[in-house]
């Protein structure tokens, strides 16, 4: 790092929690959660966003560079298989749907609940209602707790009042045991008439000048209800006050410190305290909140259907501590996860859409927070003993992140705190001793019996009244300069001396409508109110150090050496599964007595339903020409294949196994070994396998054994056969990742530091083994090394090589720059052979004359002192011996160059180029079991760039050069993997993703 205290953290979890993203429908997940998993009782909060209305453009959006849906335009309908089940199920009978599509889910939810969670819905206008009583019934009228409205907008257009706020229902689990953390906001004091006086600091209630830390305001002080220790007489400032029926709101002795603490004043008969608008500045929040409106300055949305991350931020900081678990059932955008990421919560969040996640996932990728101070860690404690002016704990530090976190907190001074804080006669009495004195002695040197109260904050005897009116328009006109008329001030002098008995000229007026006191005056007057400053100083801090503290839950400390990124999570789907039909009762559906007369039309099996289909519309495949049309296809009675069909391959007749996958779910990898086994045992001479998606480890099959396999994708138009209004492109095959792999051999230090491609230096030093290496002069070795670096080297073995090969690519030098990685010699071998490309492959391509060319260029150069052109450290770097010995090592590279994706809007095969690639993964070490995500990439990078912002923010953090390589369609150099094998998984904007295994 470029700064050696700044640091990219991420908080850690308990028991190494992954936070988790899950595809699939919210109840089958949710279900799941609570069953299987263990989490039934732990979720703290969750935060459920539905769609508003049974409009489809508030319930998904198609692809993650738009968020243009349009209600009513087929192109913009999803085509993903969940979310066209789950928008069948839940609206097939309008709000009646709605509302079972929301009571089934809001019951496992609570089941999730731990006993002091809460529930939020988000809801709009429309809906409200319905929602309340349905929440009701399934929580419990008297575990409901609010009714939040928020702000979304200035405006959507109505024909009669325009609509400008949404709905928070929140009900929790139990509202007796409920998590409850309240949230204050900073009083806006010019919206508060109340506050229109000032308490300075010399303890003086005045009028007030409008600055807002030393407001006041004057409160009752009286009570409803009192006791005959409040009910008397109170004489202040040599004036009787009684409290009325009630009674004073403390006893004596709290009201004399009130006094003594100058909390004290009068309004004609009325006696009331003082209340500055320091002793607590903030206000709890209500349930109506205007400050979530999204303006057009805030964040950029993401999502069709977005909530400002202000309204969930508030609500999870409301119901829960850093470490609480927070579950979102519709992920949309993200915002969720984006917010518990941010306070430090776990998080699981579910969605039907690749798309939404695909956004989330970038989302939350791309994001930086501010690191929060742990409570349990050594800084926070430093901040903390700092915060309470005592010294630091010395308890040992875990960084618990369940410990909460540093938190901003205020005073909240009330009346009883410094009625019963006896600290404040202690301090009036050690001040009395030194003040009365000092006021006797004024009041002698000036004639005067003032009390405390009465003595002014300035020195000097005050005019009368009406010479202070005359003083003031004399000022006013001498402000106007040389437009001043000296015949009104000769008028106003004249008054002046009228008022006061005694003339004064301009040259002798005064600063201030006020006669000087004798020098003796004004330093007793002086230092008594240095007294009565200091004494107000003393008594303020101590009402402050003994008052309560309110905590800021959503103002945490942070540590500005720190930029904090999102933790680990986890992207998962539902396991695959056959669905079973379920009645409106959710009660399963026995075809064999579900009768016409029963009450159930009769139901179409889906297979039947794909070969009838298959029959008419066939498979197309990446060009017209190769449709494949059957000559016959009829229901087979097989364990995995469902139906046989003959079509003609050229002038061949196929034989072809029919594959059905399920309607809801996925194929695997063993689905298609299984159904290749049954029908090479029945005779069949292809497996053609129909589904709606394919797992990643299923992409790279093409034969098993002697039976080729043919994956067609159905498109999504087959969930709704009965309202289908073309047969066009129903069954698709489409292609693989577009992939190269280079290769080379590298001489490498005992740091495993590249130094040279081991083939070129062999050549031009003149060696066959390492041993030979390790044996040069050490001039020799190094000056071997940077030779086997010089761009002429290489442009040399690329024109050598090119007349052997393709001229057109390669003559003329390599003109890449190979920035550290693979050649471009290697790459150029890879793009003609198809294969992983070696260097070794066209050094063996050189012909004995273009070896001894290259011989009298190495000799050439050797003379040459210019530095090496290549880009590899290591090659430029002086060896010594904690380099040796040297040794070789096989680096591997791959390029990503598009992807053939069956586009679902248009049912058309597109061969995408890397800008339609969302992202793509690499297994470096593929176990043909697992895909392991050793090397991840993201593309894409751009207007939409969504991990602009944290680049922008690590600049100074993080390696340029090492950032840049995770937007690239070229990986990083890595080593020959153990098993022979390496797996690329590519997914698009649309969330199709595939997967393809190269050998190596």
């Known amino acids: 790092m470029a700064d050696e205290q700044a640091k990219t953290e991420f908080y850690r979890h308990d028991a190494n929690w992954t936070n988790r993203m899950i595809l699939g429908d919210s109840k089958y997940v949710m279900a799941s959660l609570a069953e299987r998993e263990g989490l039934r009782g732990k979720v703290q909060c969750i935060y459920f966003d539905p769609p508003y209305g049974i409009k489809f453009n508030s319930n998904f959006q198609w692809s993650t560079t738009t968020r243009d849906v349009k209600d009513g335009k087929a192109e913009h309908i999803t085509r993903e298989p969940e979310q066209v089940k789950a928008f ?15 009571r089934d889910r809001l019951t496992v939810a609570r089941d999730l609940l731990t006993e002091s969670g809460s529930i939020f819905v988000q809801i709009g206008d ?10 009701d019934e399934v929580f419990g009228d008297e575990n409901f707790v609010s009714l939040i409205s928020f702000r979304t907008t200035t405006g959507k257009a109505s024909s009669i009042l325009d609509s400008t706020r949404d709905f928070i229902i929140w ?94 004043t009068f309004s004609g008969k009325t006696l009331g305290f003082i209340r500055p608008a320091v002793d607590f500045p903030c206000q709890a929040f209500n ?73 989330a996932r970038a989302r939350l990728m791309g994001a930086k927070y501010d690191y929060y101070l742990l409570a349990d860690s050594e800084e926070g404690q430093e901040k903390e003993a700092e915060l309470q002016r005592r010294p630091p704990s010395m308890k040992p530090t875990y960084g618990d992140i369940r410990q909460g976190f540093v938190y901003e907190r205020v005073p909240h001074i009330m009346l009883r705190d410094i009625a019963n804080n006896a600290e404040i006669d202690v301090i009036w009495d050690q001040f009395q001793e030194k003040m009365e004195p000092v006021r006797a002695q004024l009041n002698t040197e000036l004639g005067k019996s003032w009390e405390e ?45 009228e008022a006061l008995g005694r003339t004064l000229s301009l040259e002798e007026l005064p600063e201030k409508p006020r006669d000087p006191w004798p020098d003796k005056a004004n330093q007793l007057h002086a230092k008594w109110w240095k007294l009565r400053i200091k004494r107000q100083n003393e008594m303020d801090a101590s009402i402050a150090a003994n008052a309560e503290q309110e905590y800021l839950y959503d103002r945490p400390y942070t540590d500005k050496n720190k930029v904090r990124v999102a933790g680990p999570f986890t992207v998962e789907s539902l396991s695959p599964h056959r669905t079973a039909a379920l009645d409106e009762n959710d009660e399963i559906i026995d075809r064999k007595t579900a009768a016409p007369g029963n009450g159930y039309r009769k139901t179409r099996d889906f297979g039947e339903l794909i070969i009838d289909n298959l029959r008419e519309a066939g498979i197309q495949q990446a060009h017209k020409e190769d449709r494949i049309t059957f000559e016959s296809l009829e229901p087979w009675p097989g364990k995995n294949i469902a139906a046989e069909g003959f079509y003609y391959e050229g002038e061949t007749r196929r034989r072809a196994g029919i594959l059905i996958g399920p309607e809801f779910g996925t194929v695997m990898r063993a689905d298609l070994v ?29 034969k098993i054994g002697i039976i080729p396999v043919l994956k067609a994708n159905m498109n999504a138009d087959l969930h709704t056969a009965d309202d289908l209004t073309g047969k066009g492109n129903l069954f698709v095959i489409f292609g693989e990742p577009d992939v190269d792999v280079a290769s080379e051999e590298w001489l490498v230090d005992r740091h495993h530091q590249k130094l040279a491609p081991y083939e070129i230096f062999k050549i031009i030093s003149g060696t066959d083994r390492l041993e030979e290496i390790n044996r040069l002069k050490h001039s020799d070795l190094q000056a071997y090394l940077k030779l086997s670096n010089r761009r002429e080297i ?23 720059a190979d920035n550290g990685g693979i050649s471009a010699v290697a790459w150029d071998s890879a793009g003609i052979s198809g294969r992983a490309g070696n260097l070794s492959d066209y050094l063996g391509a050189l012909t004995t004359g273009d070896r001894d060319g290259l011989q009298q260029l190495v000799a050439r150069l050797r003379g040459n002192k210019q530095n090496a052109k290549r ?66 990439y993201f593309l894409g990078a751009g207007v939409n760039d969504p991990y602009k912002s944290l680049k922008t923010t690590l600049k100074n953090e993080i390696n340029k050069q090492a950032w840049e390589t995770l937007n690239s369609d070229t990986s990083v150099p890595f080593e020959k993997p153990a098993s022979g094998r390496i797996a690329v998984k590519v997914i698009n904007h649309l969330g199709d993703e595939v997967m393809k295994v190269f050998r190596v």
């Open 871 to 936: 880009s590899d450290e290591g090659a430029n770097q002086a060896l010594n011996a904690s380099h040796l010995p040297l040794t070789n090592t096989h680096y591997y590279q791959v390029r990503i160059n598009g992807v053939d994706v069956f586009h679902p809007q248009t049912g058309e095969i597109r061969s995408d180029n890397a800008d339609g690639i969302a992202c793509w993964f690499l297994d470096t070490d593929y176990n043909e079991e697992s895909f392991f995500v050793r090397h991840a």
């Open 126 to 135: 429309e809906n409200v209602h319905r929602v309340r009583s349905l929440m």
């Open 453 to 497: 109260w009465e003595i002014p904050r300035e020195a000097g005897e005050p005019w009368p009244e009406p010479a202070q009116d005359v003083h003031a328009d004399i000022k006013a006109e001498l402000e106007k300069g040389i437009e001043a008329s000296k015949v009104r001030l000769s008028n106003l002098l004249t008054k002046l001396t």
């Open 794 to 816: 290489w442009d040399y073995i690329t024109n050598a090589a090119g007349r052997h090969l393709d001229t057109r690519k390669h003559s003329g030098g390599s003109g890449k």
């Open 171 to 264: 009900f929790a689990k139990s509202k007796e045991n409920i998590k409850y953390r309240k949230l204050w906001f900073y009083r806006d004091y010019d919206k508060d008439l109340n506050y229109r006086h000032d308490f300075d600091e010399y303890g003086v209630f005045k009028n007030s000048d409008g600055n807002p830390y030393r407001l006041a305001r004057m409160n009752p002080i009286t009570s409803q209800s009192g006791s005959n220790t409040t009910m008397f007489e109170y004489s202040f400032q040599n004036r009787g006050f009684r409290p009325g029926k009630g009674g004073w709101k403390t006893n004596l002795k709290g009201m004399n410190r009130l006094n003594k603490a100058s909390r004290l």
């Open 88 to 102: 069948r199920d839940t609206w097939r009978d309008g709000i009646h749907s709605y509302l079972t599509y929301l």
């Open 674 to 702: 299984d159904a290749a086994r049954e029908a090479a045992d029945v005779g069949f001479d292809v497996i053609i396998s129909c589904a709606f998606s394919y797992e990643a480890h299923a992409a790279d099959v093409n």
């Open 287 to 359: 349930d109506i909140w205007d400050d979530t409106r999204q303006s057009g300055f805030g964040d950029e949305k993401k999502y069709v259907v977005q909530t400002a991350t202000t309204v969930i931020q508030r609500c999870i900081t409301l119901t829960t501590d850093p470490g609480d678990l927070v579950l979102d059932p519709t992920c949309g955008s993200g915002t969720t996860a984006y917010v518990a990421e941010q306070w430090g919560r776990r998080w699981i969040t579910i969605d039907t859409s690749r798309v939404s996640l695909a956004l």
